[in-house]
């Protein structure tokens, strides 16, 4: 730790404010529960590598379903909205509130297209015939993507409440970055998160003739 | 949330910061930049298993370099980095854990059925 980090060093045994050591522990927690669904994806994937069945009967596999252009502009969505986050704990941190909320418009922003794309995407994918009762993949799939979309919802709502709040004057010094500070957690583990799955869930579908899975299964054109 | 602490911010904690600013832009361009080359390296002509590998390695890359910088681990007190750190490992326990108990390439998948 710096000695400029250590001069803003916390009143508490730890050192550390309270509130940010609660929001790393919530973090750690919720790693483990993503942890859980990304396992869980991961094996179903392995056991049942057939894909899904759609409404006509044909056995469908899903990298035909996936629309990588769209998953990877969602991804660099979230990754220039966490850099723009970073940015609002830094106007926050030296006390630029104009500078805070520009940013922070800006996650609002990119984090409402993700949503977006997010919805768009399930949409598309239950008319092609995957829905969450369909498959074991469509089961897995939608839970762990839609609890994903579901935290970033929640993020967003956060940072629209931050901004309002922002123009009560209430919002400054030493604990509104710190209330900034929080937010950014959140939002920026909400990103590491979807590091993860964009690798694991949709990029690892690429690999090999019918995806790193090989169901040996002829792949059906869309 | 208290205004207590109204005080502005001193001379080197500002310049901290703008230091760290600077980081965060070339970051952000890197991320950018590995997000592009994954997406190349699963079309390239290579083993499925180097892909594998490097795409897991470029998101390992990737993930840290957000917590610890854009989150500010790498600024903050260590015991931070433990506390998220047990977390992660215990996912990744959780994972292993899964591996191990369903010997994922001898299943009967018919008990599902």
């Given at each position: 730790m710096s000695d400029t980090a250590a001069a803003h060093e916390a009143p508490t045994s730890t050192g550390i404010d309270h509130k940010k050591l609660i929001m790393w522990l919530f973090l750690a927690s919720d790693c483990m529960f993503f942890g859980t669904l990304i396992s869980t994806h991961l094996l179903y994937r392995k056991l049942f590598p057939a894909g899904f069945t759609d409404a006509e009967g044909h056995q469908r596999f899903i990298q035909n379903l996936f629309n990588l252009e769209l998953t990877s502009f969602s991804t660099f969505i979230l990754l220039m909205s966490s850099f723009l986050m970073a940015l609002?704990?830094?106007?926050?941190?030296?006390?630029?509130?104009?500078?805070?909320?520009?940013?922070?418009l800006g996650v609002i922003f990119f984090g409402l297209i993700f949503l977006g794309c997010q919805v768009y995407e399930f949409t598309h994918f239950y008319h092609?015939?995957?829905?969450?009762?369909?498959s074991v993949l469509g089961s897995t799939f939608y839970v762990l993507t839609g609890t994903h979309g579901t935290h970033v919802a929640i993020g967003v709502l956060w940072l629209i409440l931050l901004y309002f709040?922002?123009?009560?004057?209430?919002?400054?010094?030493?604990?509104?970055?710190?209330?900034?500070?929080?937010?950014?957690?959140?939002?920026?583990?909400?990103?590491?998160?979807?590091?993860?799955i964009f690798t694991a869930v949709y990029l690892v579908e690429y690999l090999g003739p019918n995806g790193i899975w090989g169901s040996g299964l002829p792949v059906v054109a869309k | 949330m208290s205004s207590s602490h109204e005080a502005a911010p001193d001379p080197a904690f500002l310049a901290e910061e703008v230091r760290r600013y600077h980081h965060?832009?070339?970051?952000?361009?890197?991320?950018?930049?590995?997000?592009?080359?994954?997406?190349?390296?699963?079309?390239?002509?290579?083993?499925?298993?180097?892909?594998?590998?490097?795409?897991?390695?470029?998101?390992?890359?990737?993930?840290?370099?957000?917590?610890?910088?854009?989150?500010?681990?790498?600024?903050?007190?260590r015991?931070?980095?433990?506390?998220?750190?047990?977390?992660?490992?215990?996912?990744?326990?959780?994972?292993a854990a899964m591996i191990a108990l369903f010997s994922v390439d001898r299943i009967d998948t018919r008990w599902f059925s």
């Open positions: 609002a704990v830094s106007a926050m941190h030296k006390g630029q509130l104009k500078s805070f909320r520009r940013n922070v092609q015939g995957l829905t969450i009762q369909n709040y922002s123009f009560t004057g209430k919002l400054g010094g030493h604990m509104g970055a710190l209330d900034v500070e929080v937010a950014g957690l959140y939002w920026h583990f909400v990103d590491i998160v979807w590091i993860i | 965060f832009i070339v970051l952000a361009l890197w991320l950018a930049v590995v997000t592009g080359a994954e997406i190349v390296l699963i079309f390239l002509p290579l083993p499925t298993a180097v892909v594998f590998t490097v795409l897991a390695l470029m998101s390992a890359g990737k993930f840290f370099a957000v917590i610890l910088w854009f989150m500010h681990l790498i600024y903050d007190k015991l931070l980095f433990w506390c998220f750190f047990a977390g992660l490992a215990l996912a990744f326990a959780t994972y």
